[in-house]
């Protein structure tokens, strides 16, 4: 709303993106795709919130990349463009993906209490950036997903010192602040 307020009073030159679930190399211990592939080489129960039904749509972080930059380049100033891969799929599924990947059995999965505010769906058109300025993904997400779950396989020392037993903790809002 600010960046579409100043645009309208003093014709500042922006355009908004907003995109689904962003997951790739470097991603955060704490979220769900290093989450699970770190439990999993550790062979560590993988929690899935709830019923593991919440549905995202993912996008590998340089197909989010490259919409930024065409945006940046060729967006039309004070327009907002929606930025997704059309890669819904349950947490559940996304889950049972890793495990296959890194041959782990699916009894690792225990189900636990579902986060406070866990929405059941997050997906976005993607129909406007498309149409208007050409982009699409390049990455299927089987290739993606497995250059992901490979990076953290081979990347333990990047990983090793964030993957703490906060961040790989089940229930991370349950944690108190060491503040």
Known sequence: MFIQAYH????LNASITRCTNN??????????IPKTTIRALKNLPIPIYGTGKNIRDWIYV??????????FANGKPGETYNVSSGNEMPNIDIAR????MLNKNESLIRFVE???????????????????????????????LGT?????????KWWKPLAT??????????QKDAN
Do not use: M
């Open 62 to 71: 340089q197909d989010h990349c490259a919409a930024i930059d065409l945006v």
């Open 97 to 100: 993906k890793i495990l296959s």
């Open 148 to 156: 992901t779950v490979k990076w953290y396989q081979d990347n333990e």
């Open 165 to 174: 037993k906060e961040t790989l903790s089940p229930t991370p809002w349950k």
């Open 114 to 144: 579902d986060r406070p505010g866990h929405d059941i769906r997050y997906s976005l058109d993607s129909s406007k950036i498309k149409s208007k300025l050409g982009w699409k993904p390049k990455f299927t997400f089987k290739k993606a």
């Open 23 to 32: 997951f790739g190399p470097y991603q955060f211990p704490e979220k769900l």
């Open 8 to 11: 309208k009073t003093y014709n």
